[in-house]
């Protein structure tokens, strides 16, 4: 279960990956603004890292942008990281790209492993705790091979309906507008 803050953040998180992906070798189109699809959530069992991945729109392309946030710096990760935010609840996060943060990269292999889904979210509130509907659901295919747990993550930058993929274990996802799954990443 994922515990959301109403909190500020400075920069944003669209701010983080307008300015972040230009960057990238993957993203290959000027650089444009960024509008928010959606985003799902997975659960570090530790609960120490937030996992969120974000769908956005830039420049008519759908992107995938799956992100870590930590109270501390990833060790010799610094080529994976996004930026830094200021989280008015938890201080300074240090935000990833998901790929390059070992809890991201093993909860999606668990999630795909056991058909697993986002986790529930809930946002603290003066009222208490209120459960907050997905804007992306995502499922894991299930695996029942043993190479599974041990393979490598392959996360779809640019998601598509229908895009084949070289594995059949698969993170698959829906949001408004979009009813056919779409698979987001797979293990290799």
């Known amino acids: ?12 998180k669209v701010e983080l ?14 650089a444009g603004e960024v509008h928010p699809v959606g985003a799902y959530r997975f659960d570090d069992p530790e609960g120490e890292v937030g996992i969120e991945s974000h769908l956005v729109e830039v420049g008519g392309r759908l992107l995938h942008v799956p992100l870590t946030y930590r109270g501390a710096p990833l060790a010799e990760a610094e080529e994976w990281l996004v930026g830094t935010t200021e989280h008015s609840v938890l201080g300074t996060r240090w935000v990833y790209d998901g790929p390059g943060d070992p809890v991201y990269r093993d909860e999606l292999a ?7 889904t986002q986790v529930r979210m809930w946002v ?18 299930g695996a029942d091979d043993a190479g599974a747990a041990d393979a490598g993550v392959v996360v779809v930058r640019e998601p598509r309906p229908g895009a084949d993929v070289a594995s059949a274990r698969t993170l698959t996802g829906t949001w408004a507008g979009q009813d056919e799954p779409v698979v987001l990443a797979y293990l290799a």
């Open 1 to 12: 279960m994922a515990i959301i803050h109403r909190a500020t953040l400075v920069p944003t």
């Open 124 to 141: 603290e509130t003066p009222e208490g705790r209120v459960e907050r509907e997905p804007t992306v659901r995502v499922r894991g295919s």
């Open 110 to 116: 668990r999630v795909v492993h056991e058909g697993d």
């Open 17 to 30: 990956i307008a300015a972040w992906l230009p960057a990238q070798p993957w993203f290959d189109a000027p």
